[in-house]
C-alpha cells in the first residue's frame, strides 16, 4: 500500500497541482467541510498559541464572538483581551464610525 507521501508525490507528478502547498490545501480544505468541527479546534488552537485574536478565531471557527466566547468557557480557556489596530479599524469601519 502507498503511503501518503507517495500519493502526494503521485498528484505532484501529474503536474494538476503547482505546488504541494497548493495540494494541502486543497486537501485541508476538503477535509474541513467533511469534518467542520475541526475548525473550531484549529481556532482554539491558534487562540491559545496567540497566532489569531479572539475576533479571528472566532471567523476561522465560523462562529460569532459571543460562541466562540461560550466555547472557550466550556473548555476552561481563558479570555485574551487586545486586538491589532487593523482588526479595531476594519470594526470601526463596519460599523461606519470612520
Same mark, same amino acid.
Given at each position: 500500500?502507498? +503511503?501518503?507521501?507517495?500519493?502526494?508525490? =503521485?498528484?505532484? @507528478?501529474? $503536474? /494538476?497541482?503547482?505546488?504541494? $502547498?497548493?495540494? &494541502?490545501?486543497? =486537501?485541508?480544505?476538503?477535509? &474541513? +467541510?467533511?469534518?467542520? %468541527?475541526?475548525? /473550531?479546534?484549529?481556532?482554539?488552537? #491558534?487562540? @491559545?498559541?496567540?497566532?489569531?485574536?479572539?475576533?479571528?478565531?472566532?471567523?476561522? =471557527? %465560523? &462562529?460569532?464572538?459571543?460562541?466562540?466566547?461560550?466555547?472557550?468557557?466550556?473548555?476552561?480557556?481563558?479570555?485574551?483581551?487586545?486586538?491589532?489596530?487593523? $482588526?479595531? &479599524?476594519?470594526? #470601526?469601519?463596519?460599523? %461606519?464610525?470612520?
Amino acid at each position: 500500500m502507498a +503511503s501518503a507521501n507517495d500519493e502526494i508525490d =503521485a498528484l505532484m @507528478r501529474t $503536474e /494538476i497541482y503547482k505546488s504541494r $502547498e497548493e495540494l &494541502l490545501k486543497d =486537501a485541508l480544505r476538503a477535509l &474541513l +467541510s467533511m469534518k467542520p %468541527g475541526l475548525r /473550531i479546534e484549529i481556532a482554539i488552537d #491558534l487562540y @491559545r498559541n496567540e497566532k489569531v485574536s479572539l475576533w479571528k478565531a472566532a471567523e476561522i =471557527a %465560523g &462562529l460569532c464572538m459571543e460562541e466562540f466566547k461560550d466555547v472557550l468557557a466550556s473548555r476552561s480557556i481563558k479570555l485574551e483581551v487586545g486586538g491589532t489596530d487593523e $482588526e479595531s &479599524l476594519f470594526r #470601526l469601519a463596519r460599523l %461606519g464610525l470612520i
